[in-house]
């Protein structure tokens, strides 16, 4: 587990969300964890993909290395730093190789140019900022969310946060990709008060195309979930081209009647949006869909949806809705 300066646990966090509504019921503190072991290729949110702190480059802040250039000081490797100006242009850091992922370049930065993704914060810290909203969740049924990036890669500080909000009286949501060794996902269950988890593809061939992985391991947790009297919400980004098939939607509506049964509360299929692409570009890092990735236009990407919502609920009896803006049942 990551420790701070005194040794204290630490999770290491991207972003804190207040009044989120869409993960999970009511108003939610939203806590997003650094660090997957997939790497989907619709990922929106490629500043949680690696598990270490991170520079992001905002070029159009930076001051001018002439008239500034203090990050280029406070590097400790010199001449063989990777921080590079083109005809005064600051470009995209790339964290690997000779750069000691130190960060003193984002601290001396006075235009935040240069900025850090990742802060290490202790479960006292965070149950400070989730306690602030109490009267929220009292009176919407909320709580708190963790998210990622991949919560279970934290999973030793996550069950101590979820603890701590079991003491507090504070509802509990997890959302995960659950590729992770059962016995930490059975940890983290115990304080966990409802799940949201997603399927992408029943093909373990295609999923593996799709994400990095297999989905044998992701299957075999959600059955587990199951045995363990969790409640679900399941979900399936639907992304044109990728994983947006009948015989793919209708596989995992099976597999959610036949093998999951009552525990799914929700089965969402959501629609694909082109988003995060600036954070790839401030990473130095290419969009893997392709740049030139365009999905359908809205009315056609919906009629799809709710096609396929039809055939999960009348043909599976599986409670589909078309996205997550539909209220959870309690
Ligand atoms: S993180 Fe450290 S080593 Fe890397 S570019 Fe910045 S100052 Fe240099
Ligand atoms: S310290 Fe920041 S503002 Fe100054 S030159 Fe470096 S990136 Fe630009």
Redesign the pocket.
């Known amino acids: 587990m990551i420790t701070n300066g005194a040794g204290q646990p630490c999770g290491l966090v991207t972003n804190i969300q207040k009044y989120t509504i869409h993960d999970g019921p009511g108003i939610r503190t939203e806590i997003f964890f650094k660090g997957c072991p997939m790497h989907c290729l619709w990922c929106s949110n490629p500043e949680t993909l690696s598990p270490r702190q991170q520079l992001g480059v905002y070029p159009k802040?930076?001051?001018?290395?002439e008239k500034?250039?203090?990050?280029?000081k406070a590097c400790p490797l010199g001449a063989e730093t990777p921080i590079r100006f083109e005809e005064g242009q600051?470009q995209p850091v790339v964290m690997t190789g000779a750069c000691r992922d130190c960060l003193a370049?984002a601290d001396?930065?006075?235009?935040k140019?240069?900025m850090v993704w990742g802060k290490k914060m202790t479960v006292d810290e965070l149950m400070k900022v989730i306690v602030e909203d109490r009267s929220f969740y009292a009176r919407t049924g909320g709580g708190v969310t963790l998210n990622g990036g991949e919560v279970m890669l934290q999973w030793e500080f996550a069950e101590l946060l979820l603890q701590a909000c079991r003491q507090a009286h504070i509802h509990t949501c997890v959302e995960s990709a659950l590729y992770c060794p059962p016995e930490h996902l059975e940890r983290v269950l115990k304080y966990t008060d409802l799940l949201i988890t997603d399927i992408k593809h029943m093909d373990t061939d295609v999923h593996k195309a799709l994400t990095g992985v297999g989905n044998e391991r992701i299957l075999d947790n959600i059955r587990l979930a199951a045995r363990m009297g969790m409640r679900m919400v399941v979900r399936t980004p639907v992304v044109p081209d990728r994983n947006n098939s009948e015989e793919n939607i209708r596989a995992i509506a099976a597999f959610l009647r036949d093998e999951v049964g009552g525990a799914v509360i929700q089965y969402q299929l959501l629609p694909y949006r082109k988003m995060g692409t600036e954070k790839y570009e401030t990473l130095g890092m290419p969009y893997p869909l392709g740049e030139d990735y365009k999905p359908p236009e809205r009315a056609e990407w919906e009629a799809r949806l709710l096609e396929l919502k039809r055939i999960v609920r009348e043909e599976y009896g599986v409670p589909a809705e078309a996205g997550s803006s539909q209220k959870l049942p309690v």
């Open positions: 802040k930076c001051l001018g290395v500034c250039g203090y990050c280029l600051l370049c001396a930065c006075p235009a140019a240069l």
